[in-house]
């Protein structure tokens, strides 16, 4: 994944995204919108990095794509994407490791 320049004002931060969807045509239209915002860290759960703006944006096209009587969408503000991700997360049995991460040039 690569990153985004960051502008002044344009903090970070970091959230954990699960989803639980009764129908297979928006359960996969959720999860490709997750997809191209964070990390796939379990069946229906992301960890995604955004701005405002972004989680806004990401906000909107899921309350487009799900049935607000039978879908839900739990979104957890985990604090500011700089801190360590071990800081925040406590995890029981298999550990969770972050995917490395390279810059390419």
Known sequence: M???CLVSGDMRRRYLISYDI???KRRTEVFHALMG???HVQFSVFLCEL???ELAELKGRLSQTINSREDQVLI???GGAAQEVRSVLECLGKVYEPPSRVTVV
């Open 2 to 4: 690569w990153k985004r």
């Open 22 to 24: 009764s129908d297979d």
């Open 37 to 39: 915002q964070g990390d």
């Open 51 to 53: 701005n405002d703006r």
């Open 76 to 78: 957890l503000d985990m």
